[in-house]
């Protein structure tokens, strides 16, 4: 299908900062009142939505996302296989409408709906379900690692024009939940654009060929702007006060998204925007603040080094966790409710048996007391605390840690301030790994999976996950078989033992579960609440008031 990409000054993967404004001479953007700040400058602006989107987008090809931007982009451009309920946060039917399993739980088939249409108006059948697994697994990015070791290429068939079958190399209990992550591409419109073996990545880099709600107008790389329109006959119909046209705009100065809001050229903005700032945005007469507390799966973790002396010692990880004040980290910094375990509560497989860790100076001092190093030695070693400014609440939470531990002795952390790919870059390696690390983090799928073996498999050592370094085989025992075995409660049961596990060994601090807050203008209803990253933000659930 085709689009229309306006370059700019800058290459696709270096598009310029957004906001409002003029160039300046290093490239960047300076608030301008006079820029037409609906990006659009047509007879319809007033129909317009602007929603602010979080970092630069580099690619539109769903087998290629995984952060929050790409994301959001792939659930409006694409329809998934099965999608999330805003109710249970469980795999629900979508493109696929029921589903069976045989074979002790290898050979998986689902029935799909006849009547979805790409946006060219093809067709949607098993073959292109198919073709995009496969397509998944050869380009061998963003969620391909749910499926590794499950799916190989060839794997996934077309039984007929609305059954597609799954033969897995072993057994996987969250197949359904991993495919919310399978976005499914138009077979004979990415083909032909196919060169080397890449699957048209080249090609759906810039150009979508989905079935989605919403399909793509115009993306303006220099301006980091997006625009977005109704595809009038998706399968899911629409209400008459649907949004035609929104656009998906990067903007970084605070002070521009503020105005931007008070001005009505605003009308949402990313889940990772500072808390503080949207309530200051919620004031405003013309703004709603949507929100979502109990059933929140937004995770606050402080990761700990347990490679890395001192943290290496079990009893100077648990004198820190003692140490923390986690009440006022909630109440006058993070907001939420306190976490128990790794696993947010609402998810299914979180192990309800285990209480919340509590500030305890006396057992902290204790555990001190026990550790191979003295004080004297861990105070010799300089710890590094590394939080993105970009957040204010992190700085806050790490100057807590800080202070907490001064309390009990520990006067060496250091708070470095890393912007997100800094750290990235650093946790590649376990020797520039810091010692500690703020993590904010969200369901990838809607599993306890996301948080169990996303987080404490040797695969997400190297990564912003993993930078613990923390897994042993006996945990990776218990988390393979978990997502192995057929039979749920035994599921259950062992992801509850591999939770204790890791609670008891303290590679993170299990700070919060954060609220959800959405500032959204007033004249939009619609907002639901879903927990996986990028279904928060489905335009489709959205209309005008």
Known sequence: MGTTVLAGCSSQNTPNGGGSGTPTDDGSTSPDDSDDSNGDGGDNSAELVTYIGSGEVSTLDPASHQFLQTSTLAVNLYDPLLFVDPESQEPTAHVATDWSTSNGGTTWEFTLRDDVTFHDGETLTAEDVAYSMDRLLGIGQGYSYLFSGVLSEGDTTAVDETTVRFELQQPFSIL?????RLFIVNKSAVEPEASGGDYGSGYLQTNVEGSGPYQLGQWDQANSSIMLEAYDDHWGGWPDNRLDRVQWRLVNEVSTIKTMFQRGDAHGVHLFFPDTTKREIAKFDNVEMHQERENSTNAYYIFQHTQKKPLDDIHVRR?????YDYETAINEILGGTQMAGPVPGPLAGHNDD???ITRDLDKAQAELEKSEYSLEEINSVTMEDSYDPSLPTNRQAALLLRNNLNEIGI???ELVQEQFPALAERVQS??????FYHLFSPSTIPSAFSFLNGLFMPSAFGTTNGGHWFSTEELQTKMTNAVATSDTDQKLQLWNEAQ??????HPALFVAQMPVLMPLNNSIEGWKY????????????????
Not at 176 to 180: D, E, G, Q
Not at 319 to 323: L, N, R, T, V
Not at 500 to 505: E, L, P, R, S
Not at 533 to 541: L, N, P, V
């Open 354 to 356: 285990l209480s919340p």
């Open 319 to 323: 004198a820190i966790s003692y140490a």
């Open 430 to 435: 376990k020797d520039t790994s810091p010692h």
């Open 411 to 413: 006067e060496n952390v």
């Open 176 to 180: 359904p939940s991993a495919l919310t």
């Open 530 to 545: 879903r927990g996986a990253m990028g279904y928060d933000i489905y335009f489709k659930d959205w209309y005008r008031a």
């Open 500 to 505: 204790t596990i890791i609670q008891d060994q």
